[in-house]
């Protein structure tokens, strides 16, 4: 939950920047990383998910969509986190089983500035495996709630929100279907940044899943209630492209000067004439469209307009204080809450032998390995006290599957590294009989993925990684 | 196939424009800023 003070930087400066008022609003699977969650990790989680709604509450957000993670501890949960919350949870479509009564709010009404403005709220309809079935709650389709929730709003709203956590196919039906609808805020399966769309009369928007970055759009709000693209964004867009292809010419230049580079590489030296020659066209689309956005802007607005950009909540970016403070509050919380899935004594795991074994014959290997930071890869996870962390400790051990991060509390001595075995294989049977049992001898990029995936390690690169890390040649 | 990959690659770059720009204010005249996000899930951060 790092990037929640990162976020509540951005809102802060963005609010100060700007005379209009924010309107923050969160799609939806706010609260947990999974859908399903085992009891062993439900306490620990739903301290991370108050943490975040302590952060949310204070950033002002005003109303977030129900998505299939938010119950994966259970709709009571999700009630008590309702009643801490000062922003609304919506979903007009998780009903009572018996009386088709929404168990949330369907919807709310704010006053942003001079527009009304109906923000609403849809599940899809997966959630609805996760439910507890003692619970008495359904997920109904759209098409029972949507339609008559939107008629009701459009009365009294001058423009409609709707959260959503169903995939944008589904979207782009409810926009065909459901006309009346304005912006659709896309939290769906496999959300990424999408540079907004037109659909039927809807405007769908959707910024990249587990808060690294965060969506901005100003929308410029016209009567006729019809959008135009914003040829801001489009200019926006089209200078970052100007940019990159000026810096990549530098950069080839540069190398070029410092070791010949494009002299030697025929492929390189092509991407160069190709950037080169590229780029008087891309300069001269830039100025006619730079001239024809600022003509725009001083005529009168006849359509609804938005300029939608994204902005990245990086690591350098600082952190707005309060949040941070809420946010380590809840890491040492979450991380104290942690308990070992059995008592007792350090525990190994049945195939893994642990890195010691693994040094008895390659000696040099271990040698090489013990200098890395896979070698204290738990310490380095301590150190910042978030040792006892769930979430966290599959990556930073060996032999943990995520689904059983539990046992990591509990491991053997020698599995409380990134030991060999995390790369090469469970090695129990194979320091018995090598010859039977051989291990993966050169462990590919794939391995290193399942941890250094880009919401943790966003410059990770493989070989660069396996020159500093690989292991020597030979067997011993 | 080194060249068509390096081609691809270059392209790819330049094809970047649903990519996040660095923080800047909102042009002026707009009636309100919508500021989203979704599935925060926990952590963005390296845990160590």
């Known amino acids: 939950m790092g990037g929640l003070s990162k976020k509540a930087y951005e809102l802060e400066l963005l609010g100060k920047q700007s005379k209009a008022p924010l309107l923050l609003l969160d799609g939806g699977s706010l609260l947990f990383t999974q859908d399903n969650l085992s009891p062993n990790r439900a306490a620990q989680a739903r301290i991370t998910a108050d943490g975040i709604v302590a952060a949310y509450n204070y950033m002002g957000f005003k109303a977030v969509g129900i998505a299939t993670a938010d119950l994966a501890t259970g709709l009571e949960f999700l009630k008590e986190i309702r009643d801490r919350s000062k922003f609304a949870w919506l979903s007009a479509n998780l009903v009572q089983a018996d009386t088709r009564q929404p168990i949330f709010q369907e919807g709310i009404q704010l006053e942003v500035g001079k527009l009304k403005i109906a923000v609403l709220g849809l599940t899809e309809e997966r959630a609805d495996q996760f439910l507890d079935k003692n619970a008495g709650a359904v997920i109904l389709p759209w098409q029972e709630v949507l339609p008559g929730l939107v008629k009701r709003f459009s009365n009294k709203a001058d423009l409609i929100i709707l959260l959503s956590s169903y995939a944008q196919a589904d979207n782009k039906k409810i926009a065909e279907q459901v006309p009346g609808i304005n912006i659709i805020l896309q939290a769906g399966p496999g959300a990424r940044n999408l540079e907004p769309e037109l659909a039927a009369g809807s405007l769908l928007l959707q910024v990249a899943p587990r808060g690294k970055q965060q969506g901005v759009c100003d929308v410029f709000w016209h009567a006729s209630k019809v959008w135009q693209p914003d040829p801001t964004a489009e200019l926006l867009a089209k200078e970052a492209n100007v940019g990159r292809t000026r810096q990549q010419i530098v950069n080839f230049d540069r190398q070029e000067k410092a070791s010949g580079y494009l002299s030697k590489n025929p492929a390189a030296k092509q991407a160069y004439e190709f950037l080169k020659g590229q780029l008087p066209d891309q300069e001269k689309k830039l100025a006619a469209l730079r001239k024809n956005v600022e003509s725009m802007k001083i005529g009168p607005r006849e359509k609804a307009r938005y300029g939608n950009r994204f902005i990245d909540l990086e690591k350098s970016r600082p952190d707005q204080p309060e949040v941070l403070a809420i946010v380590e509050k809840t890491k040492q919380q979450a991380n104290l809450a942690a308990r070992p899935a059995a008592p007792g004594p350090a525990r190994e795991q049945p195939s893994y032998a642990g890195w010691r074994a693994c040094a008895t014959c390659h000696q040099r290997q271990a040698d090489n390995w013990e200098k890395s930071r896979h070698a204290g890869a738990l310490g380095t996870l301590t150190a910042k006290g978030q040792g006892r962390n769930l979430d966290c400790i599959p990556c930073h051990v060996t032999s943990v599957l995520t689904g059983n991060e539990p046992e990591a509390l509990s491991l053997a001595a020698d599995l409380q590294q990134v030991g060999c075995e995390a790369c090469h294989g469970p090695g129990k049977q194979h320091i018995i009989d090598p010859a039977k049992w051989p291990l993966t001898r050169n462990p590919g990029e794939e391995i290193c993925r399942r941890c250094h995936r880009p919401e943790h390690d966003d410059g990770f690169e493989f070989k660069s990684k396996l020159d500093r890390l690989g292991c020597p040649a030979g067997l011993h | ?48």
């Open chain 2, 1 to 48: 196939m080194k060249m068509f990959l390096t081609l691809i690659f270059v392209l790819t770059c330049l094809a970047g424009s649903a990519k996040a720009a660095p923080t800047m204010a909102s042009p002026p005249g707009q009636d309100f800023i919508l500021c989203y996000s979704n599935t925060i899930q926990g952590e963005t951060e390296p845990c160590g």
